[in-house]
T-cell receptor
Framework: AQSVTQLGSHVSVSEGALVLLRCNYS??????LFWYVQYPNQGLQLLLK??????LVKGINGFEAEFKKSETSFHLTKPSAHMSDAAEYFC??????????FGTGTSLTVIP | DAGVIQSPRHEVTEMGQEVTLRCKPI?????LFWYRQTMMRGLELLIY????????DSGMPEDRFSAKMPNASFSTLKIQPSEPRDSAVYFC??????????????FGPGTRLLVL
């Protein structure tokens, strides 16, 4: 069954520093992968998605992710962290039939 | 578009009481999902509807949970009787008809349920 694993439940970065949130997938077929962000007391919001059109996917708020088949990874990056990026980030894979499996989430703290 | 609408946003109830959570999906979306989020278990899919028909309810914890979708613009998740371990944030999400193999799911703001 298709799944994702998020490495690191908590990540702290300084404001202006690189953000790197890790996600590895397990899939026997080409996966459709997603990154969502959840701000406190809110629902999940789509950041970006990979649907095999291009390996480097650009999303909202300056985030991007690169699909690397050789590493079975789909890590999320942002060159310069902003205080407003503090949130919970979820990686997800479509298991088929539009049913998503979500990772356990990574909480991002941005230090001023 | 107003997005996915959920009500109530917060619910506090006593053990044994019936709880009904409501969801209005985005107009034109034909898939609807109910999720539960807890610290211990993360985000879990409870049930999935397509064109108002339940497709997969394998995530529903037990018979105390039931979900309905009487029409394309409304769904309910009911817990009867409620127990303290049901305390969680319940999300509703909807997605449009697939243009490809996969479509984005759009989440509502959630209902924060506390069962005392």
């Amino acid at each position: 069954a298709q799944s994702v694993t998020q490495l690191g439940s908590h990540v702290s970065v300084s404001e202006g520093a690189l953000v790197l949130l890790r996600c590895n997938y397990s899939s026997s077929v080409p996966p459709y992968l997603f990154w969502y962000v959840q701000y406190p007391n809110q629902g999940l919001q789509l950041l970006l998605k990979y649907t095999s059109a291009a390996t480097l996917v650009k999303g909202i708020n300056g985030f991007e992710a690169e699909f690397k088949k050789s590493e079975t990874s789909f890590h999320l990056t942002k060159p310069s962290a902003h205080m407003s990026d503090a949130a919970e980030y979820f990686c997800a894979v479509d298991r088929g039939g539009n049913q998503f499996y979500f990772g356990t989430g990574t909480s991002l703290t941005v230090i001023p | 578009d107003a997005g996915v609408i959920q009500s109530p946003r917060h619910e506090v109830t006593e053990m044994g009481q019936e709880v009904t959570l409501r969801c209005k999906p985005i107009s034109g979306h034909n898939s609807l999902f109910w999720y539960r989020q807890t610290m211990m278990r993360g985000l879990e899919l409870l049930i999935y509807f397509n064109n108002n028909v339940p497709i997969d309810d394998s995530g529903m914890p037990e018979d105390r949970f039931s979900a309905k979708m009487p029409n394309a613009s409304f769904s309910t998740l009911k817990i009867q009787p409620s127990e303290p371990r049901d305390s969680a944030v319940y999300f509703c999400a909807s997605s449009p008809p697939p243009a490809g193999r996969s479509e984005t799911q759009y989440f509502g703001p959630g209902t924060r349920l506390l069962v005392l």
